[in-house]
């Protein structure tokens, strides 16, 4: 279905097409007209499906139909909550882009950033704003923003945001906007906290569920690497280079990790840069815009990177250490395989973690395919395959024998019957010839 059908005006429509959006996907043939139409919205929708688009285009066309007069100091009549820093920058720069021929303004606001350029924006006046709720909390107490003149209130990525501890902002944010406003919430499953969520925001919202994880993961081809944990690294480099791949997402468990695993294929010979809350936002921006440019090789990451990077062919990426939460792994091989393309998504898993991955397999609702790297075997195993093919001798063996006794059993019955038939026809020939021989002397 085309952007237009949904209900879309010129400048918008023809815009999404200049960027390369032809059809529109599940989740927007759903979401845009509901928006449109003011109705709150609870999305259920993977990564990777085109969610942005579905509440900011219908967003912009809301907004553009009622422009402030131009002495009018611009308010803040969108707030687009997010949980990272990465997804605030993509999806302030969306927003940018989609409304580009609109007389609108937005901005993104997250930490790590000096506040001042920040506050300039703030003061210029802006219709849309994009913000962690961290820094929109500084802000708010620095007097730099208002919210009272918020219309639309979005929530992307609901059950991140709840995860990373902002339960107590989102409680203090709802009460600062206005009770009469269109919500949105989006989030990748509807769990309880999200349902915590819209009771929160007091909205009894119309629910759009798209796929389930497990239909979105089988889109990515899986494959489990059996090894032993301090293998890991040497395996992770020797696959890089053997098989020349040049753009690879990692994804660690901790920053501890990630320096290690990064310094190890920095030193061995592969172009990698580092990703984790540790770095500073510029070096964790220079690092995301040398590895989507190609300039890198390897980008070795916590999970920070597993929501809020948009690589349209990422080819490789491979779990180091399974994730903490098993909703993480789907995140982390969302990254791959994005916009029709095809990806490929790869764990290493020592058997401390094989709990983890059986918890990823209940997720998914299917086995995991499973191998082992030749020369990376896990001790265990080759031992228990060592076992296995010696006690597979020793049946063979003793199968040899007792076939080779039944065999001279069978050969020696045979060659008893065959004794006793020719004796058999041996006595009968005697007993003939002897009856002829009497016939002949009465004669």
């Not at 998504?345 to 499973?370: F, G, M, P």
Request: glycine letters at 6%.
């Amino acid at each position: 279905m085309s952007f237009e059908k949904l209900g879309l005006v010129p400048e918008l429509f023809t815009t999404v097409g200049e960027l390369g959006y032809t059809k529109a996907t599940p989740v927007q043939k759903k979401v845009i007209p509901l928006v449109l139409d003011g109705k709150d919205v609870m999305a259920t929708a993977q990564t990777g499906t085109g969610k942005t688009a579905a509440y900011a285009l219908p967003i912009l066309q809301l907004l553009a139909k009622k422009e402030t007069k131009e002495k009018t100091k611009r308010a803040i009549r969108a707030l687009v909550l997010v949980p990272t820093r990465e997804l605030a920058a993509q999806v302030g720069k969306s927003i940018e882009s989609y409304g580009k021929k609109l007389k609108l303004q937005s901005c993104a606001i997250y930490g790590g950033v000096k506040f001042t350029p920040q506050t300039k924006k703030l003061e210029r006046g802006i219709d849309i704003l994009v913000a962690t709720p961290g820094r929109l909390m500084e802000h708010i107490k620095q007097g730099n923003l208002n919210l009272s003149k918020v219309e639309i209130l979005v929530f992307d990525e609901s059950d991140r945001i709840l995860d990373m501890g902002f339960w107590e902002e989102i409680v203090t944010i709802s009460q600062m906007v206005p009770q009469k406003r269109q919500t949105l919430l989006f989030s990748v499953e509807q769990s309880k906290s999200v349902k915590r969520f819209s009771e929160l925001t007091s909205i009894k919202p119309i629910n759009v569920t798209i796929n389930n994880q497990g239909d979105l993961a089988k889109k990515v081809k899986q494959t489990i690497y059996v090894c032993d944990q301090d293998k890991k690294t040497a395996l992770l480099s020797f696959m890089i280079g053997s098989r020349n791949w040049h753009q690879v997402l990692v994804f660690t468990k901790t920053r501890a990790s990630a320096d290690e695993v990064g310094e190890y294929l920095e030193k061995s010979g592969l172009k990698t840069l580092i990703l984790h809350g540790d770095k500073a936002h510029s070096q964790r921006t220079k690092a995301l815009k040398d590895f989507k440019a190609g300039n890198i090789r390897v980008l070795v990451a916590t999970d920070i990177a597993s929501r809020g990077l948009d690589i349209e062919d990422l080819p490789h990426v491979i779990n180091y250490e399974l994730p903490g939460d098993a909703e993480d792994y789907i995140h982390r091989i969302g990254r791959t395989g994005r916009a029709g393309n095809e990806g490929e998504a790869i764990s290493l898993v020592c058997k401390e973690e094989k709990s983890v991955l059986k918890e990823i397999e209940r997720l998914l609702k299917y086995a995991l395919q499973v191998e082992f790297f030749e020369g990376y075997e896990p001790k265990d195993w080759i031992e228990k395959e060592a076992r296995k093919h010696t006690l597979r001798g020793k049946i063979e063996r003793s199968q040899e024998k007792r076939n080779k006794t039944a065999n001279n059993v069978v050969g020696m019955r045979k060659k008893k019957a065959n004794d006793k038939n020719a004796q058999k026809k041996a006595t009968m020939k005697k007993r003939k010839n002897s009856k002829m021989k009497v016939s002949t002397q009465k004669k």
